[in-house]
């Protein structure tokens, strides 16, 4: 996964993924972070810290290519990282 700014300038390189994406979500954190969620073919979703480049959580397990169905903060949570993911397959 390549991520681009609004001028179209490379922001990371995300890999990890062993088939192609097929979804993806972005989140701003309250914290400042910025997280994306992808999907692959590869049966998993991956959690990724876009600014560190990083994978922070895989979810296996799926039994097809997964869907990225929602990713947002948890505005009940008292940490600043906490998030709801759904994904389906």
Known sequence: VRAFDFSHR???TLKG???PVTSLAFCHGSNGTRYLVTGSWDGTAKVWDIQRQ???ATLPDHENSV???ALA???QSTSPTLLKIATGS
Do not use: G, T, Y
């Open 10 to 12: 490379l922001q990371a």
């Open 73 to 75: 903060p948890d505005p």
């Open 67 to 69: 869907c990225v169905a």
């Open 54 to 56: 990083a994978v922070l």
């Open 17 to 19: 993924h062993e088939k």
